[in-house]
């Protein structure tokens, strides 16, 4: 159960090896590796710059990740969420839940990354050759992280 | 009585100018909504950026709040466009 | 597009690096590890052998795989399964599919696990105190797979 | 007429005592179905191991095949238990 937001990178074979270090108990891993691509619908994208808010992010994933451990029965979880400048190929944020049952890793892993994409106190600014942006909020991820709510594991 | 700690972050921390201020609004500021009506008049980059409700979220003690709920002096308070995520 | 039946073990941070490496449209990679439990039900498992059918095996997968990918924008994936004789964490199957949707790289490599879990020739042997057996087939795990046959993404 | 080569799998192969055969089926071996009941006419561990149809499954060709589907000489015919995956 770990959460943490940096700047620096992170190595997903790592991290992973470490998660089930010495459990047996685990039969499935399901991980989300999310990195910056190049391309924004289709704008080339050249960077990206994620701003965070320092002490609510922590907080709030702190508390996804607990809700995610009420609801499904996870064997071990960790979230990595970078901040600060990123360019295309980068790792952004490594969601991986660990569980006896795999349906239960899919399904809590894919709720943590719908929340993180929708709810978490990120914020986008996109570099382009045409200048850069701060990015907009997307209907379709609200639409993702929502259906959560109604929807009992 | 300790001041209300303002954070700004994204497009509405560019627009206002500043990252964070200490701000003392008078008493008539109790929740978020008379807080933001109480900073649109405090000049015009707040005005500007304070403009579309909608486009403003905020978070009171780093827990998102609406328009009805209570802020007291020495409260922290972020405001914010929606998320973008990660 | 890639699919191994092998007795060697693999290294999952590698396996990931090598399936994402130099590509910048991919937005997400979720993947699957599925180890060796050292129980089942209640019973303690000191080892498990996996049996397959060469040939089949690998036909049925590069088969199943090329489905995920008619149903899936996939950008890139990988099925690793090994067989042979595996001890409590042992690395058994790797899973993974990369996506500019994240919801459709969850999807795709649930397809992938479900199907592997209960259609690939694979016959389990485990080794536990009070002797050696041939794991029967479960009727929650068919159910996991039928459920992709009426339900198209 | 080529011979058809015959693999078992699982606890079908450890029942049966080889992995694999090669057997010349009269021509009254059509298919699955005529198949296996030849085969169980073969001697009592062939009775035995595939008493239970419903636990015996059966891929022609490296194909999973079902009772009314054809065999012919030179076919890889398997034998095996239900898969119980990775």
Known sequence: MTVRVQAEDFDMGAEMAALVAGRHDVGGLVSFLGTVRDLAGEMPVTAMTLEHYPGMTEKMLARIEAEALARWPIAASLIIHRHGRLLPGDNIVLVAVASAHRQAAFEACQFLVDWLKTKAPFWKREETPGGDHWVEAREADDEAADRWAACAP | ?86
Chains 1, 3 share one sequence.
């Open chain 2, 1 to 86: 009585m300790p001041a209300m700690r303002l954070l700004y972050f994204a497009w509405l921390r560019s627009r206002i100018g500043v990252a964070e201020e200490e701000v003392t609004p008078p008493p008539e500021v109790r929740d978020v909504a008379t807080l933001l009506a109480w900073m649109r008049g405090r000049g015009p980059a707040y005005a500007a950026a304070l403009a579309d409700e909608r486009a403003v979220k905020v978070a009171v003690n780093q827990e998102f709040a609406r328009a009805g709920d209570p802020v007291a002096p020495g409260d922290e308070v972020a405001l914010f466009p929606p998320v973008t995520g990660g």
